[in-house]
């Protein structure tokens, strides 16, 4: 078993979300007692079924003893472990291949519940709410195996009301397995909707506060610059462009980040909004590793400095952010007068390696592309294409 598929089932059996999942482990638990008295109760009913019932009552006894050290060990996230879950399903196929030695083979051929009756579910279902679906069925045929071995002769197991068994432990592991899954999946969304809304009210707070004070200064030192002109309308013009910065950054959706190592790549470029730089965005989050959402927005800075550079001030510049699924594409535009034809290449060759290492090379190290058109007179732009891991996507 590899270290990556450790840590998987780790991470699933040992995280316990806030409700749902320790409803199901208390489903478990109630289920197997129940079990346990239905046995006992068959026990009682069917003794003439036993050749050996003073040992199948000491089968029982021990059934019990298993089901409250399993029952304590599950009630705590750490305890779900792979070996209990494992040492789970073998003792219960020992318990339920007893019925061998504990029955009549008359009795074990004919369609009479073996000494476990249901309780041979438990490690079925507690393998799916551990693990999922599939780890349900794997455990669903190594005890629906050992009940069909119990038939002696092994032919007779071969029949309708036989395999009634092993066919609702199937069931049982893929139904209980799904629902599972989808209960985690839906408790996560209900908790990111809570931490969303719960930053959408602090953000809408401390904007308020901000309006009523750092706002309002910036605008009037931006607009007292501007009349005032010279150095102080220099003045007005950066206050100005901060001013917009922090419209924008209060104005972002604010996104929760979904997972360690995840970031919104919306929050990085919104940053970049000024009076002469607009940014665009879908609606959603843009989910990026985070080292890949830190490499994009370098590039994309690296982008518009070159605007700043080449064409002043003064140029105006868009940023437009699509996301495609398994690609994310930053396009930047500016009304400058373009690239002469070969002077990329010059550059490079005179050691200005703006464009071919700030730009180009942080891309090309995340696997992606970029694409360069530009007209004399027309401006520029710029594309950049980087992938997304498909984990994510």
């Known amino acids: 078993m590899s270290t990556c598929t450790q840590a998987k089932f780790r991470a699933r059996c040992h995280t316990d979300p806030v409700g749902l999942q320790a409803q199901l482990w208390r489903a478990i638990a109630a289920f197997r007692f129940a079990s346990l008295g239905y046995a006992a109760i068959l026990l009682v009913v069917d003794s ?186 220099e003045i007005g013009r950066l206050a100005g462009e901060q001013e917009t910065a922090l419209r924008t950054l209060i104005g972002a959706g604010g996104s929760v980040e979904h997972a360690p190592g995840e970031l919104d790549l919306r929050t990085l470029l919104a940053r970049e909004t000024t009076s002469v730089v607009s940014v665009v965005t879908p609606a959603e989050p843009v989910r990026l590793p985070s080292e890949t959402a830190g490499e994009t927005a370098s590039a994309v800075r690296a982008a518009l400095d070159n605007v700043r550079r080449h064409c002043g001030d003064s140029a105006k510049a868009w940023v437009l952010v699509e996301d495609e699924g398994n690609l994310v594409t930053v396009t930047i535009r500016d009304d400058g007068p373009g690239i002469p034809p070969g002077r990329l290449d010059e550059a490079a060759g005179d050691g200005r390696l703006g464009i071919s290492h700030a730009i180009r090379g942080r891309i090309r190290d995340l696997g992606g592309s970029v694409h360069i058109a530009s007209e004399s007179g027309s401006g520029t732009e710029v594309r950049l294409r980087v992938p997304r891991p498909r984990e994510m996507a």
């Open 48 to 233: 003439g079924d036993y050749r050996r019932l003073p040992f199948a009552w000491v089968v029982l006894a021990g059934m019990l003893a298993w089901t409250v050290a399993t029952t304590y060990a599950y009630a705590r996230p750490a305890g779900r472990t792979r070996g209990l879950l494992t040492a789970d399903v073998a003792v219960t196929a020992a318990a339920l291949l007893s019925t061998i030695w504990l029955q009549d083979s008359a009795h074990v051929t004919a369609p009479v519940l073996p000494v476990t009756a249901t309780w041979a579910a438990g490690p079925v279902l507690a393998w799916a709410v551990a693990a999922g679906r599939r780890a349900g069925l794997a455990a669903a045929a190594v005890l629906g195996a050992c009940d069909i071995a119990r038939h002696q002769p092994i032919s007779g197991a071969f029949n309708a009301s036989a395999l009634n068994g092993p066919i609702l432990l199937l069931l049982a592991g893929w139904v209980v397995g799904y629902v599972s899954r989808l209960a985690a999946a839906a408790e996560l969304a209900m908790q990111q909707a809570a931490q969303a809304e719960a930053a959408s009210r602090e953000r809408d707070r401390i904007a308020r506060g901000i309006h009523d004070s750092v706002l309002q200064v910036l605008a009037l030192v931006h607009r007292r610059g501007a009349e005032a002109g010279g150095e102080a309308a």
